[in-house]
């Protein structure tokens, strides 16, 4: 699977268009193949372990179920949608496309979201907060793409969120291998013009609400930034109700002193890479030994779990640091030039990590992994 810009570069397309304004790609991939067919979609829906919604209209009013699903016979032959998230979770075909957006880090990734509609079936019209990639498959789409501005959302649903009618700047049809890139807040609408799959790529980041919620937790849980504040050098107040300049400096330099690149790159590190979805993870250790994994390497290749997210910060990377589904690990020294093949390489062969393979420590850390489920051997 190789993705076209047409006329651009990935780099023109990061000057031009990322985060800035949406863009049709017409043919972006020759040949597209949808990653799976309705009734496997309809299988993984099942799953309790799997995200999935449907979308449909009743009465005129819009309706959304959570999965999982069992049937589907009663919502007839058109005017409804399956929606199921993670699929690079479930789905290993769907890194393949994922990798033909990596020109965009890995730690801004999402997921893939597959959306199976029939004819007359969307989800209605919405704004999204995040980057997306919407790749047409099988059947045809009509989206209508509104500019940013103050549009008036209102739930049309309680799991829905829609907003209200807008001028399109872009009205087009979507045809297999078509793509359509939308930046956070642009309004848009999707309806199917016959039974279809469409692929949505996406992008995002969490807001500073988040961040700063989730950093205090770290703070709490690990018990840091315990220190209070010291003001020896203290001068007469005249004024007790008063908080001068000097103080305020004393209280921003005490929260600012804690946010070094050590804890801030520790804590993105386990919170961008802890998965929001279910990972397809053993209950159990597999129970390979370290000659097992060596042999085995000889003749197959190890692919990394779909939805399994590493980083790296170059902060860090020489001290052997980093980060595996929420989770700090480290590497002596010695090992730090492996950190980048194991989370920039979705596929580690024997010849890749052959350097690594006589560190005792290097074999016996991938051992636990490949045991953990976070690497499997691709089948012959």
Not at 341 to 357: E, F, H, M, R, V
Request: proline letters at 5%; charged letters at 25%.
């Amino acid at each position: 699977m190789q993705l076209e810009l047409g006329e651009l570069t990935p780099e023109q397309f990061l000057k031009e268009y990322w985060q800035k304004k949406p863009l049709v790609i017409r043919k972006g991939f020759s040949n597209f193949r949808d990653l799976l067919s309705p009734e496997e979609m309809a299988g993984l829906a099942c799953d309790e372990m799997v995200e999935s919604r449907r979308i449909y209209k009743e009465q005129g009013e819009w309706q959304a179920e959570f999965g999982p699903f069992d049937s589907y016979e009663h919502l007839g032959e058109s005017d409804w949608t399956l929606v199921v998230q993670a699929l690079n979770n479930w789905v290993p075909d769907a890194e393949q496309l994922i990798q033909c957006f990596d020109f965009i880090p890995r730690w801004r990734f999402d997921d893939v979201m597959v959306s199976y509609a029939t004819p007359g079936g969307g989800v209605g019209p919405h704004i999204d907060l995040y980057d997306v990639f919407i790749c047409q498959g099988s059947g045809r789409r009509r989206w209508r793409v509104g500019d940013r501005g103050d549009h008036r959302e209102f739930a049309a649903h309680p799991a829905l969120l829609h907003t209200e009618a807008f001028e399109p700047i872009i009205d087009v049809e979507l045809l297999p291998g078509d793509i359509l890139y939308l930046p956070p807040g642009y309004p848009h609408d999707g309806v199917t013009l016959e039974e279809s799959m469409s692929f949505s790529v996406g992008y995002r980041t969490a807001s500073a609400k988040d961040m700063v919620s989730a950093l205090a937790d770290h703070l709490i849980d690990n018990e840091l930034g315990c220190e209070q504040i010291e003001d020896p050098d203290r001068t007469i107040s005249l004024q007790s109700g008063r908080v001068d300049e000097s103080d305020l400096a004393r209280i921003k330099a005490q929260l600012l002193a804690k946010l070094d690149d050590r804890l801030l790159s520790e804590f993105s590190g386990r919170y961008l890479t802890a998965s929001k979805c279910e990972l397809d993870l053993p209950e159990q250790s597999l129970g390979f030994h370290a000659t097992d994994i060596l042999e085995m390497l000889k003749a197959q290749t190890l692919i990394r779990l779909g939805g399994l997210r590493v980083l790296y910060f170059d902060a860090s990377v020489k001290q052997g640091l980093f980060y595996i589904n929420g989770e700090e690990y480290q590497l002596s020294s010695a090992l730090s030039d492996a950190i980048p093949i194991l989370c920039d390489q979705q596929q580690l062969s024997y010849t890749c990590i052959a350097p690594w393979l006589d560190n005792r420590e290097f074999i016996e850390q991938l051992t636990l992994w490949v045991n953990a489920g976070f690497w499997y051997f691709e089948e012959d």
